[in-house]
């Protein structure tokens, strides 16, 4: 473990309204069909890269058994068989098409990496480590971010870590010092292409937000960061309590709410592209208050809405040309299926990925 790193606090504003850009407006056009596996009956689509190349999970309507799959010139490919008895869920995806994510081991989970080929490893683990953890996000470098479990606390402290080709390159410590009694937590959630990285570190007795570069913690006070922009001018992350904001040039936002109030309480945000927009899901404003995939543009938050019939939808990842992907049933009390909202300027398109 590196101790020789220093944390930086600096000063975070509040404000009950986010420095965004002219609000536009957003509508829906009518869903494509993009295809099952094999017939099978579940999909959620967990992360598009820049190239508009979508993967998530699957159910084989033939081997009955979940997959990892390609969403790709509007047909649904195989792609990995991850892992073993878990199940394997991609999280974040490069333009060369390498994957990470983790596997639901069932008592734990377990940082995993993809080849673009869909050939799949778990990563190492620190030594004296048991492996369990997570990798949240890869650059196009194919730098990784996430964090393991390290030795102390009994081998329930988590380090901040990098991976890269397969192999743990950086132990990044801790962001601070815990409270008597409890044990070190660190953990990275996010990368841009330079590779500074955000995340959460326990100091004293709560979670506190984290910029790092070149080996330097900055504290952004209590909370977590999620993801960061390539010009890191906007960091997404959260308040204590979950609650959805965003540092804007040192400046710390709430994101309004789905029903117009000034701060997004219940709500859930899962990822942001360069331009700063931001999607995650809330519960319906009106009864009976399901989920419904959420984008946050231009100051307002915008109900991306759900596939005909349904009564569900959820999005994770959004790329730089405004494809956005996620999660949805197409009838109530339906299984769920992948869906793919497709975003321009004042105009919002869906399609469904299942």
């Known amino acids: 473990m590196n101790r020789s790193m220093r944390r930086v606090g600096v000063c975070v504003f509040m404000s009950m309204a986010a420095a965004w850009p002219a609000a536009q407006a957003a509508k829906v056009a009518p869903p494509n069909d993009l295809g099952t596996l094999n017939d099978g009956y579940y999909a959620s689509a967990r992360a598009v890269n820049r190239a508009g190349r979508v993967v998530g999970n699957a159910l084989d309507g033939q081997s009955l058994s979940t997959r990892q799959v390609l969403w790709r010139d509007g047909l649904v490919v195989a792609w990995s068989d991850c892992c073993l008895s878990g199940l394997g869920v991609p999280k974040a995806l490069n333009r060369a098409g390498e994957a990470v994510g983790y596997n639901e081991g069932g008592f734990d989970t377990y940082p995993v990496h993809w080849a673009a080929n869909g050939a799949w490893r778990q990563l190492p683990a620190l030594p004296g480590g048991d492996g369990r953890g997570m990798a949240s996000d890869i650059n196009d470098a194919g730098l990784v971010a996430g964090h393991t479990r390290g030795p102390e606390g009994g081998g329930f402290s988590r380090h901040a870590v ?108 899962a990822a942001m592209n360069n331009k700063g927009e931001v999607v995650g899901h809330a519960p319906a404003t009106k009864p009976p208050y399901l989920d419904t995939a959420v984008l946050w543009r231009g100051g307002r938050a915008i109900n991306l809405g759900r596939y005909p019939g349904g009564t569900i939808s959820r999005a994770f990842g959004i790329n730089d040309k405004g494809v956005v992907v996620g999660e949805g049933n197409l009838a109530p009390n339906g299984p769920m299926h992948a869906l793919r909202w497709t975003l321009k300027a004042g105009h919002v398109r869906v399609d469904r990925a299942d």
């Open 162 to 269: 990098l991976w890269q080709a397969g192999v743990l390159v950086r132990d990044m410590g801790f962001l601070g010092e815990p409270d008597l009694g409890l044990v070190n937590q660190t953990m990275a959630h996010g990368l841009n292409q330079a590779g500074t990285v955000v995340g959460s570190g326990l100091v004293g007795s709560e979670m506190h937000a984290f910029v790092w570069r070149d080996g330097v913690y900055v504290d952004l006070g209590p909370g977590q960061a999620l993801d960061i922009t390539d010009d890191e001018q906007v960091i997404l992350g959260t308040a204590p309590g979950l609650v959805p904001v965003i540092w804007r040039d040192g400046a710390r936002s709430y994101l309004p709410a789905l029903g117009g109030g000034p701060v997004a309480y219940g709500h859930t945000v």
